[in-house]
């Protein structure tokens, strides 16, 4: 090939690689860090305020994983208590993708954590896409599924009133965990 041909190619690529958008190159890259990071859906937007953002991060996907668990019966007679982490991607629609566990407590409640992982991921209510740049991006995020037999029993005890008032349980709100009186 000689030189002119070689210019050619060249000019071509370059032509094609100005055309592309910043956005389909960038849909592809999953971030750590932005400048607006993923919050669920029931956390306000708290600016950038990243502490306050991961508190009501913390404190909200706690309750909703005590209000959809189902502590295997099998940890509860054996004692067993934890927490469970697992790496997820939000994407940018908000949905959870590629899980994956990074810890391990036992069987039983590595199966209840992927089942409340799966269940969140399938919930009509989803995530608030991170922003970089004013566009959504794909963020990588660490969640935590806490196993506390006293915190199972108070959730227990919030179903029980629920159920006494005649409440349907199987969608339980996302009201605070009661405290012990």
């Given at each position: 090939?000689?030189?002119r041909n070689w210019y050619l190619l060249f000019a071509f690529f370059m032509s094609i690689g100005g055309q592309l958008p910043a956005q389909n190159i960038l849909a592809e890259r999953v971030y750590?860090?932005?400048?607006?990071?993923?919050?669920?859906?029931e956390c306000?937007?708290?600016?950038?305020?990243?502490?306050?953002l991961d508190k009501c991060t913390d404190s909200t996907t706690g309750r909703w994983f005590y209000a959809h668990m189902q502590y295997p019966d099998r940890a509860l007679k054996k004692n067993i208590q934890g927490t469970n982490e697992v790496f997820v991607i939000i994407d940018?629609?908000?949905?959870?993708?590629?899980?994956?566990?990074?810890?391990?407590?036992?069987?039983?409640?590595?199966t209840e954590t992927l089942r409340l992982i799966d269940l969140m991921e399938n919930d009509a209510q989803r995530w608030i896409p991170g922003t970089q740049q004013k566009k959504k991006v794909k963020v990588s995020l660490r969640l935590f599924v806490n196993f506390s037999i006293d915190k199972w029993n108070l959730e227990l005890a919030r179903r029980h009133k629920l159920e006494g008032i005649g409440k349907d349980t199987t969608n339980?709100?996302?009201?605070?965990?009661?405290s012990r009186p």
């Open positions: 090939m000689n030189i750590t860090q932005v400048e607006s990071m993923p919050r669920f859906w306000p937007d708290a600016g950038d305020n990243m502490y306050q940018t629609s908000g949905l959870i993708t590629k899980p994956l566990l990074l810890s391990h407590i036992s069987d039983e409640l590595d339980l709100p996302l009201s605070p965990i009661p």
